[in-house]
């Protein structure tokens, strides 16, 4: 891969799109090298590209000896438990990512608490968006946890995870009222028929629970 030579010689470029360009492994290793290099590489969208639980793993350990990359983007890329889980063990050390957008893949409940417990030690972070995701009550309640003792998340991105319910919705709502770093929480579900009912209701929750966080905006 020609462009991650680049990374590792040009000292300026600090953001990079290669979104749905057919990276697959072969890519996601020249990418890996790069990241593991001194380089000004501080933004690197990759959504759309079929990179997978491997090609995010390879990413991942690059990332352990990174000390520039500020956002992460992989959104679509058929990630799952086991590159969730690798996420999770690079969250634990590193020092300099300050987003990371995971949308649209399927990292589910194991996933997201594996996250979940890294952000408890992970200071740095500030910016999680992991909708659509397959995440349910279990994985809701791990995130609401970190919620009560992480300082520095500020937004939090959860929409279109349909099975999140009344339970996990709630711990959500209880941990609003201790959190004073959160400032954004995306939490519709989009449930239909009979779910809305519940939903309304979960909404109402959240919304009119009382909070010490007068900045907190709830999408």
Known sequence: MVLASVFETNQTLEKVHLNNNNIGHEGTYALAKALEAKSALKILHLDDNSIGDEGVTIIARALKQNETLQELWITCCNIGRAGALAIA????????LLELHLRHNNIGDLGIMAIAEALRRNQTLQRLCVSNNNIGNAGAVAIAET????VTIHELSLYGNENI???????????????DAL?????????????????????????????????????
Request: with cysteine.
């Open 89 to 96: 063990d690079t969250l634990e050390c590193n020092e300099t």
């Open 147 to 150: 919620l009560e003792c992480n």
């Open 165 to 179: 319910g009344y339970v996990g919705a709630l711990a959500l709502a209880d941990a609003l009222k201790t959190t």
């Open 183 to 219: 400032q954004r929480l995306d939490y519709l579900f989009r449930r239909r028929s009979s779910s809305n009912v519940l939903l309304n209701h979960i909404e109402r929750i959240i919304i009119t629970r009382e909070n010490r966080n007068k900045r907190l905006r709830l999408i």
